[in-house]
């Protein structure tokens, strides 16, 4: 069983930027595809985005396309979410998560790290 662990979260200002990282120990990193996804407080976790293994695909949910970029180093078995423009409706903790498959919905993901709060001020 892998092992993910998150890092980089923290309180930022309503425009700011914050760059998340999730380390995997455990397994082979190049076969996994990842994700982030996020809970806030009373919702229900959503996806935020993915990247293949090969990271040749990303795909992101319509509420952070064109300001959250996901990118891997197979070489660093690290996952990242680079956040800019950020909104006090992001604030949440961020969940990395990984699957052998291809990751069509959150629940095909069979390991998920503890998470890493991100909290915007307006």
């Known amino acids: 069983q892998g092992r993910l662990v998150e890092s980089g979260g923290g309180l930022v200002q309503a425009g700011g930027s914050l760059r998340l990282s999730c380390a995997a120990s455990?397994?082979?990193?190049?076969?996994?595809?990842m994700a982030w996804s996020r809970q806030a407080p009373g919702n229900e976790r959503e996806f935020v985005a993915s990247i293949s293994a090969s990271g040749r695909y990303v795909y992101y949910a319509d509420s952070v396309r064109g300001r959250f970029t996901i990118s891997r180093d197979n070489s660093k078995n690290t996952v990242y979410l680079q956040m800019n423009s950020l909104k006090p409706e992001d604030t949440a903790v961020y969940y990395c998560?990984?699957?052998?498959?291809?990751?069509?919905?959150?629940?095909?993901?069979?390991?998920w790290g503890q998470g890493t709060q991100v909290t915007v001020s307006s």
């Open positions: 998560a990984a699957t052998r498959g291809t990751g069509g919905t959150l629940a095909d993901f069979e390991t």
């Open positions: 455990g397994g082979t990193f190049s076969n996994l595809f």
